[in-house]
């Protein structure tokens, strides 16, 4: 069975290609061949992981956002010349319609839609290419309840693939921590916050940097790290940093290959994001580590009782006392029963990998 994965965002390292990546690995390859469309670009630092992870071809069609017709027609040339049986394309928006639209014209029988979010910033877009989208497509996923009704619409038959995870790459090591914390310079009275996420309007940064800045007001013993891709606001919150005179307590870390690694450094993580899909919040809770998120995130993510909702529409107070009143030894509670929780909640990557594939054929058979 042929499949091609569409992923609509750019491939590095941020959450949908986490997710995409963690599938494809764990997935048993025989009787499949499995090929990748990038649509936007790809982080040079990924590619040696792409190329060992699975994939059967990588194509670049990077050229979505930019020549929209010149895109449709190389997606839809594709896609006949493989002959894919299957489509599967991840997005946020009624955009996935031009996808879509391309694997019809492409020949192209079963055509999988998969929501990672709960909004998009092209609302205008979303809204003109809504009615397209609801015949372009033959299957609905999503990574969550809510991501499938903000897409597909409630009452809607949509299959829900969720984020699962690796346990033993999240778990939390003490050898680690300690290492990792040594490399930052991190003194043991430092209480590491983090935040991965990438650099774009809906992360929300510039009120997480205004929290942090009255939080130290309070106490001092407080950092702050800031990792994932690059993005739009990349420059503008180094620069808010900078203005501020918080270079030395907030750091910027860019993206990294090893983040789990990094993640064992912290001691409390915040997303004050203004939505989200199903963000990777649960490979923050595998290790451990109290969460502080947007109440605009959806609760499905708190498996282990270890995440705080906040609102971010009634100022940054309320977030500097949640964070003042963490206890940090609260980690070691956390990480107990981490792998009954999550086998019962269904988030094994092992079980969902058999699972997709399971689906793929079911697809095909159809």
Known sequence: MRILIVTTVKIGYDGLTNHILTYIKNMRKDGLQIDLVSARDIDPDIVPLLQTIGFNQIFRIECRDTAQLKYFYRLSCLIRK?????????????????????AYFGG??????HAHNTSCQHTFFNKILKPFFKISYTEAFACGKEAGEWLFGK???VYIIKNGKDLEHFRYSENIRKKIRNELRLADDVIAIGHIAAFVPTKNHK??????????????????????????????TLEQIKSLGMEGKIHYMGAKENINDYMQAMDI????SWYEGFPSVTEWEISGL???LSDRITRECNLTGSVRFLPIDKGEQLWVEEILNIDISEREKYRENVDDVFARAGF?????AKELRDKYFQIARR
């Open 155 to 157: 009452n809607k038959n």
């Open 269 to 272: 993580m915040v997303l004050p």
């Open 207 to 236: 009120f997480m940097v205004e929290v942090f800045r009255q939080l130290i007001k309070r106490n001092d013993c407080y950092e702050m790290f800031l990792y994932g891709i690059d993005g739009e606001t990349k420059a503008e």
């Open 108 to 113: 192209c029988r079963h055509r999988i839609a």
């Open 82 to 102: 493989n002959k894919y049986d299957i489509v599967h394309v991840h997005g946020n928006s009624a955009t996935l319609a031009v996808d879509m639209i391309a």
């Open 290 to 292: 109290p969460c502080v």
């Open 348 to 352: 094994d990557i092992k079980t969902n």
